[in-house]
């Protein structure tokens, strides 16, 4: 089934708080490092507060957790027509207001930004606009799924 | 970390080859939530039309952008992130004959940006010669 370009504009209001943690920085960082050692400013407050930060910095693509959860309330939508068994995830984007760092309880607020028809897929661009729970902009996640046609 | 005033589009930024295998992949899931099975499971992958396990196209995202992270010294410079995600990362089982992947990451200079105090790092991604990441541009905030 195609997913519905009327579906485009649908929001979705801020959801479930999330909390960034020092541990789950400091596993997301091992787990990103490449075999490398983890940068310090992932895991040693001290050295994330020299570089003038509040507490440890979450990693570049950290809040993909944070959005992909978010998605899913248009994902997992009957209403939506995405059958995730054929998605495969085309492009990702985050654009940082200020670092993410641990303590800080997160929502996102989600808007499907469009829905296109191209050489038989559907394109699904979904963003998410991360804010703390007091409303303080933090970060802006763009990420377009392609449901590959039958 | 660089200085603006002292870069020049196209500029080494850095290289690294990064070795992946499984254990990385459930690593990776176990981090970020994301627990679909074609990143652990040949039987599913298989099913769905690959030649196999392929690793997730978000843990490429995350590896690749270390050699920027370690050129500027700040994960927090990283201002903007953002790729298409062009090819996949095929991850053979340990006991396979080619275990693992073998993901070939460097990075240059793309612009500058001075009013901004931006530099953008261009990253190139690829896999057994194939680019995995297309249009991979990190905007990194660096000092004048």
Same mark, same amino acid.
């Given at each position: 089934?195609?997913?519905?370009?009327g579906?485009?504009?649908?929001?979705?209001?801020?959801?479930?708080?999330?909390?960034?943690?020092?541990?789950?920085?400091?596993?997301?960082?091992?787990?990103?490092?490449?075999?490398?050692?983890?940068h310090?400013?992932?895991?040693?407050?001290?050295?994330?507060?020299?570089?003038?930060?509040?507490?440890?910095?979450a990693?570049?693509?950290?809040?993909?957790?944070?959005?992909?959860s978010?998605?899913?309330?248009?994902?997992?939508?009957?209403?939506?027509?995405?059958?995730?068994?054929?998605?495969?995830?085309?492009?990702?984007?985050?654009?940082?207001? #200020?670092p993410?760092?641990?303590?800080?309880?997160?929502v996102?607020?989600?808007?499907?930004?469009?829905? #296109?028809?191209?050489?038989?897929?559907?394109?699904?661009?979904?963003?998410?606009?991360?804010?703390?729970?007091?409303?303080?902009?933090?970060?802006?996640s763009?990420?377009?799924l392609?449901?590959?046609?039958? | 970390?660089?200085?603006?005033?002292?870069?020049?589009?196209?500029?080494? /930024?850095?290289?690294?080859?990064?070795h992946?295998?499984?254990?990385?992949?459930?690593?990776?899931?176990?981090?970020?939530?994301?627990?679909?099975?074609i990143?652990?499971?040949?039987?599913?992958?298989?099913?769905?039309?690959?030649?196999?396990?392929?690793?997730?196209?978000?843990?490429?995202?995350?590896?690749? *952008?270390?050699?920027?992270?370690?050129?500027?010294?700040?994960?927090?410079a990283? /201002?903007?992130?953002?790729?298409?995600?062009?090819?996949?990362?095929?991850?053979?089982?340990?006991?396979?004959?080619?275990?693992?992947?073998?993901?070939? *990451?460097?990075?240059? /200079?793309?612009?500058?940006?001075?009013e901004a105090?931006?530099?953008?790092?261009?990253i190139?991604?690829?896999?057994?010669?194939?680019? *995995?990441?297309?249009r991979?541009?990190?905007?990194?905030?660096?000092?004048?």
């Amino acid at each position: 089934m195609p997913v519905d370009a009327g579906q485009a504009g649908r929001t979705w209001p801020p959801g479930e708080p999330f909390e960034v943690t020092r541990a789950a920085i400091a596993a997301f960082a091992a787990a990103t490092a490449g075999g490398g050692p983890v940068h310090p400013a992932h895991t040693d407050p001290e050295v994330a507060r020299s570089l003038g930060h509040a507490d440890v910095v979450a990693p570049p693509t950290f809040l993909v957790g944070l959005a992909q959860s978010s998605d899913a309330r248009f994902v997992d939508d009957p209403a939506s027509g995405v059958d995730f068994s054929r998605v495969v995830h085309g492009e990702q984007r985050f654009t940082h207001h #200020r670092p993410a760092v641990a303590g800080d309880r997160l929502v996102a607020a989600l808007t499907v930004e469009s829905v #296109r028809r191209m050489a038989g897929n559907d394109l699904v661009t979904m963003r998410n606009d991360i804010t703390t729970t007091d409303g303080e902009s933090v970060c802006t996640s763009t990420s377009m799924l392609v449901v590959r046609g039958e | 970390m660089p200085k603006l005033s002292e870069l020049s589009v196209g500029d080494a /930024v850095g290289s690294a080859t990064v070795h992946l295998t499984r254990a990385d992949l459930v690593r990776y899931a176990d981090a970020s939530g994301d627990q679909n099975p074609i990143h652990r499971s040949d039987e599913v992958a298989r099913s769905v039309g690959l030649s196999g396990v392929i690793a997730h196209g978000m843990l490429t995202m995350g590896v690749a *952008v270390r050699v920027v992270v370690d050129w500027c010294g700040d994960p927090a410079a990283v /201002v903007d992130y953002g790729t298409r995600f062009t090819g996949q990362v095929p991850v053979g089982a340990d006991d396979a004959p080619e275990p693992g992947a073998d993901l070939e *990451v460097s990075a240059v /200079v793309g612009a500058l940006d001075v009013e901004a105090g931006t530099a953008r790092v261009d990253i190139t991604a690829t896999c057994g010669g194939t680019r *995995v990441l297309g249009r991979a541009r990190a905007v990194v905030r660096l000092p004048a």
